[in-house]
C-alpha cells in the first residue's frame, strides 16, 4: 500500500469476520519464515506451510478500478496441509489469492458447508506480474461446494461463465460493488442492494460478503437472510482501512435494523 504494506487475501478478511461473529476461525496458507501472518492474527488459528516467499499484491485504484501486481508468490497448498481436526470445520471457504489451491479442493469436506471464491482462479500474473483476469479453462475448481462467489469485476467480459457455475452449484452469488449482489438459486436471480455506508477502503468487502453469508447461512438455512446480513456485513467493512471496521454480530444487525427496505429481491 502507499503507506507501507498490511496483511489481505480473502483468507484473513473471511477469517476476521468469522471471528467477530463468534466464531473459533482458521486459516490454512503458506508463508515466509519470516512472514508469520500469526503476529497480524490475534485469536485465529493458522496452519501456515513454509514457503521460500510470501504472495505480495500492490493495490492501486484509478477511477473505482483496481490494479494489481503480484511482485512474488508463495507455494501452493494440498489437502495435506490442513490440520485433520479441521477437515470437520462447519463451515469452509475456499479462497486462494492467485490459483495457488487444488481444483475439487471442496470434496475434502464432505461435512462441510463449504463455499468457493472464484477470484483467486480466475487472475494470473503476466510476464511483468501484473495480474490479468481470464476465464477458468482448467479442472472444475467448484466440485463440493455449496456455494460460489464472484464480483462483478472479476468476471469482466467472460460473463458467460456464469450459466455454467449457476448449472453446477445451488448457490452463486455475484457482488456488485455499489450496486449491491446477486444471488442465483433454483434457476431464479434475484438481487439486494447495498447498505449505505460511508466508504474509506473497499478492499475485502466480497471476502467479507462471503464470510458473512456462509455463517448466517449455516446458521438459519435461508438464502434471504444471509444475502441481508452479507450485504450489512460489507458496508460496515469498506468504513475503514483493511480489517479495521468488519463488523461484530451487534454493529451488523444494527445497520440491518435501520434498513429493513434492504432485501433480496
Not at 478478511?13 to 519464515?33: D, H, K, N, P, Y
Not at 500492490?58 to 489437502?79: C, K, M
Not at 469452509?92 to 487444488?102: F, H, I, N, Q, T
Not at 481470464?134 to 460460489?148: E, I, K, M, Q, T
Amino acid at each position: 500500500m502507499p503507506g507501507g504494506w498490511r496483511l489481505g487475501g480473502t483468507a484473513t478478511f473471511a477469517a476476521v469476520q468469522a471471528s467477530r461473529l463468534g466464531l473459533r476461525a482458521g486459516i490454512v496458507t503458506s508463508a515466509a519464515e519470516g512472514d508469520p501472518p500469526k503476529r497480524h492474527l490475534r485469536g485465529i488459528d493458522i496452519a501456515c506451510r513454509p514457503s521460500a516467499q510470501t504472495t505480495t499484491f500492490e493495490n492501486a485504484y484509478h477511477d473505482g478500478r483496481r490494479q494489481q501486481h503480484v511482485p512474488s508468490q508463495a507455494g501452493a497448498l494440498t489437502i495435506d496441509d490442513v490440520p485433520d481436526a479441521w477437515r470437520e470445520a462447519p463451515v469452509v471457504l475456499l479462497g486462494p489469492v492467485c490459483g495457488e489451491l487444488p481444483p475439487a479442493l471442496g470434496r475434502a469436506f464432505p461435512h462441510s458447508l463449504v463455499g468457493v471464491s472464484a477470484q483467486g482462479w480466475l487472475r494470473r500474473p503476466d510476464r511483468e506480474r501484473r495480474v490479468r483476469r481470464r476465464a477458468w479453462d482448467g479442472s472444475p475448481f467448484w466440485p463440493g461446494s455449496r456455494v460460489l462467489f464472484v464480483s462483478d469485476e472479476d468476471l469482466g467480459a467472460r460473463r458467460d461463465q456464469l450459466a455454467r457455475w449457476s448449472g453446477k452449484v445451488p448457490l452463486v452469488a455475484v457482488t456488485r460493488d455499489r450496486r449491491g449482489a446477486r444471488v442465483h438459486e433454483r434457476r431464479r436471480w434475484r438481487q439486494i442492494e447495498a447498505f449505505p455506508a460511508r466508504e474509506v477502503d473497499p478492499t475485502g468487502a466480497g471476502d467479507v460478503f462471503a464470510a458473512a453469508f456462509l455463517i448466517r447461512y449455516h446458521e438459519s438455512g435461508d438464502t434471504g437472510e444471509a444475502a441481508r446480513f452479507a450485504a450489512a456485513a460489507a458496508a460496515c467493512s469498506v468504513e475503514g482501512e483493511g480489517t479495521t471496521k468488519i463488523g461484530t454480530r451487534a454493529r451488523i444487525e444494527r445497520r440491518m435494523r435501520v434498513h429493513p427496505e434492504i432485501a433480496l429481491r
